[in-house]
């Protein structure tokens, strides 16, 4: 480019940033601006022509403008037209919205362009602007759209990809027929302008564009299929890309056609790819696929099938044919079977290659016999099968059964193998020289016994399950065991329950026991302190005791109340302390919270007391043990008084096991005439302490009776429960 269509180039481009429109200047250079002596007239132009829309006769003027540059009507052009205004200025005559010319924007290209003036009534009513815009469905290239009342007629543009395809048609219908227009792969959408008569109707604004019309252009792909080079019908012809196959139709000998869009596509002949492709690009092809014949002849020997195989490809080696007396040896392009005429497999047929017919060649057999000999495999006990007969070369051999029954440890039988074959009893092969059949065998998978065990004393065996092959995994029983008194919470490894079985991991690789894992059902102790004048009393100790064990220890509240948790299910003693005095109470807690209600702690120092002793004494339960006070030949009046003044009576239960009792025979001679047997001998003592207030011990004895029943409550094993009398 020269310096001054450089300058100049910048000249346009600084009025064009600057938003100014390059006007005329009459008195340069043809009326063009002029820059450093380069006249724009210079420049590629444009003559624009003025003609009226209604009447293209009718010629206004002519202009002459520069190629790409935005461009003002001439004031020497200002039409009139007697009842009309000037509506603007059109590229097609009908004056359609869609085709008004943007003076400010728009821009004339080289050559000629005519502008027609476009004319509305002044008391024109505008029509209404077309809408329900669609592409037709049993023929897609029909544009169709809603009639407009009073329309005369439409002007209907087509645009491909958004640009506009062509000059808008004009039809009288509500549709129009694009299917001759549309011959390209593209997407189409169309507008509607409504014409009306210029004088009591005005065009309609063009509509906005329809939705879109995929259009994919097909193409004839043609594939001729030979063989031996002359045409040949075959099955089928698929043409095949990604994602789409095409089916090929048949149109005459050897001939098959389908019509497919732009792409490459592999051939498939009778459902196998060929090898082959063919492409389509904006025209019809075709290819062909040529085949050979391979005949092969046995030369008096058992027929052998002929094959058809595809240029490029290899015959397969067919199954040897047979002939009484002779031995096969290979196949031959010439009848006599001349010495290097044999034909190699490995050849690619073409068609330069085809053999066309190949020939078996065959020599006289030798007789020559062959043994079968069974051996044991690494049996540990029996007999193989002896086989005497001696086979002459491709005869046919059966196979014996494991008729010396031989066995291995661990193991089944399998069948006979030789080389990679196994062979069972009754099947057949073909001998060719002398052969062993080695036993073979399989070992035999190891099982095991699976066991679920309760978990507790007395609670036995849940399940069983056996056999369980090794590495196998377990199922959780269903339902769960249960257990009064407790929850269930899994299966474990170990009685201790330390490690939990995974029954989605753990296998079985061995005898297994899983153990139950319990937690005991925990209820609460509840109740309220009062003294023998009613009086609530707080700041009491309270305890929940079996025997030695204590279950829990709390104090009273101000309103004497008190509550201890994590009590299971049994009998216990509630023992209630305050300074000197101490009350045994029992309560018995079932599936639900234990109740106490009102415990009574004297006013006095009138104490009852449980003690259990010695190692081994079962944690026993008294009842009723203060209802002693109540028995006056326990609890005198001198007792009375002693604890009016200030002293303490305690009166205690002590229980200890003693297998060396002095009362032991008596106790066994009891049991015998009842029809028991003893066991654990225990002692049992209630005695009376009396303390003055001066912390003097006045007297200690033993009671030998009373007069209200006190009840010992011993734990044992619900096994053992129904055997204890009561003595």
């Known amino acids: 480019m020269s310096t001054s269509n450089m300058k100049i180039s910048s000249f346009i ?19 063009y601006p002029v820059i450093d002596g380069v006249g724009l007239g210079a420049l590629s132009t444009c003559v624009v022509k003025y003609k009226d829309g209604s009447n293209t006769s009718a010629t206004y003027g002519t202009d002459t403008v520069a190629q790409d540059i935005v461009f003002s009507l001439p004031p020497t052009i200002s039409p009139t037209k007697s009842g009309s205004t000037l509506s603007g200025w059109y590229t097609d005559s009908t004056c359609g919205s869609t085709y008004k010319w943007d003076f400010a924007t728009q821009t004339a290209s080289a050559g000629t362009l005519t502008l027609f003036a476009g004319w509305q009534t002044s008391s024109a009513t505008k029509l209404s602007t077309p809408g329900t815009l669609a592409w037709g469905t049993t023929t897609p290239a029909k544009a169709t759209w809603g009639a407009v009342t009073n329309a005369g007629s439409y002007s209907v543009q087509l645009y491909k990809g958004g640009v506009a395809s062509g000059s808008a048609v004009s039809t009288t219908n509500a549709y129009y027929n694009f299917t001759s227009a549309i011959t390209e792969t593209d997407s189409y959408t169309f507008t509607v302008t409504a014409v009306g008569d210029g004088a009591a109707y005005s065009n309609s604004d063009a ?7 995929s259009y994919t252009a097909t193409y004839t792909a043609t ?15 698929a043409l095949k890309s990604a994602g789409a196959t095409y089916t090929a139709s048949k ?21 196998t790819y060929a090898g082959q492709s063919i492409t389509i690009s904006g025209a019809a092809n075709s290819s062909a696929v040529e085949y050979y014949k391979v005949t ?100 046919m051999v059966t196979v014996k059964g494991n008729t010396g029954s031989l ?95 995974n029954f989605s991991v753990d296998t079985v690789t061995a005898n297994t026991t899983l153990y139950a894992k319990w937690a005991a059902n925990t209820y609460s102790v509840t109740g309220t302190v009062k003294n023998e ?15 030695n064990v204590l279950f829990g220890e709390t104090i009273t509240a101000a309103d004497g109340t008190f509550t201890v948790s994590g009590v299971p299910n049994g009998d216990y003693n509630i023992i209630v302390t305050k300074g000197g005095q101490e009350v045994t109470v029992c309560i018995k807690v079932s599936g639900g919270d234990g ?133």
């Open 13 to 31: 481009t600084t009025l064009t940033n600057a938003g100014a429109n390059w006007k005329r200047v009459s008195n340069l250079n043809g009326g």
């Open 207 to 213: 509509s906005n564009a329809s939705t879109a019309y």
């Open 223 to 237: 594939v001729n299929t030979t063989i031996d080079g002359a045409a040949a019908d075959v099955t089928s012809v």
């Open 251 to 271: 149109t005459s000998m050897g001939v098959y056609a389908a019509s497919v869009p732009d792409g490459t596509y592999n051939i498939y002949v009778n459902g």
């Open 296 to 395: 092969f002849d046995a030369q008096v020997g058992s027929a052998v099938a002929s094959q058809t195989v595809l240029s490029g490809r290899k015959a397969v080696v067919p199954a040897e044919p047979a002939l009484s007396g002779f031995n096969f040896k290979g196949w031959y392009k010439d009848a006599g079977c001349t010495a290097g005429n044999e034909w190699n497999f490995n050849t690619a047929i073409t068609a330069v290659t085809a053999p066309g017919t190949l020939y078996a060649k065959w020599v006289t057999a030798v007789s020559t016999t062959y043994k079968v000999t069974y051996a044991a495999g690494g049996a540990d006990s029996g007999n193989v099968p002896a086989d005497g007969t001696s086979y002459a070369s491709n005869a």
């Open 407 to 501: 066995a291995k440890a661990g193991n089944t039988f399998a069948g006979w193998k030789n080389g990679a074959t196994t062979y069972t009893a009754g099947q057949t092969f073909k001998i060719t020289g002398d052969v062993t059949l080695t036993a073979q065998w399989a070992a035999v998978a190891a099982t095991y016994t699976a066991t679920y065990s309760n978990n507790y004393a007395g609670g036995g065996m849940y399940d069983t399950l056996s056999p369980i092959s090794s590495g196998a995994r377990l199922s959780a029983p269903s339902p769960a065991p249960t257990r009064d008194s407790y929850t269930f919470i899994g299966w474990y490894k170990e009685a201790t329950c330390v490690n939990p079985w």
């Open 533 to 547: 004048l009613s009086s609530l009393v707080s700041g009491a100790t309270v305890k929940v005791v079996q025997g």
């Open 595 to 727: 109740a106490a209600g009102i415990i009574t702690l004297s006013s006095g120092n009138k104490n009852s007391t449980l003690e259990v002793n010695g190692s081994g004494t079962p944690n026993v339960v008294v009842d009723n043990l203060n209802d002693a006070f109540e028995d006056e030949d326990v609890y005198t009046q001198d007792d009375d008084d002693n604890v009016t003044d200030g002293g303490m009576v305690e009166i205690k239960l002590t229980v200890q096991k003693n297998d060396s009792s002095t009362n032991r025979s008596q106790v066994e001679a009891t049991m015998t005439s009842g029809g028991y047997t003893s066991g654990m001998i225990l002692d049992v003592d209630l005695t009376k302490t009396v303390t003055t207030g001066s912390g003097e011990v006045t007297g200690e004895s033993t009671v030998p009776e009373v007069n209200t029943l006190i009840k010992l409550i011993i734990p044992c094993r619900p096994s053992c429960r129904a055997r204890i009398p009561m003595l």
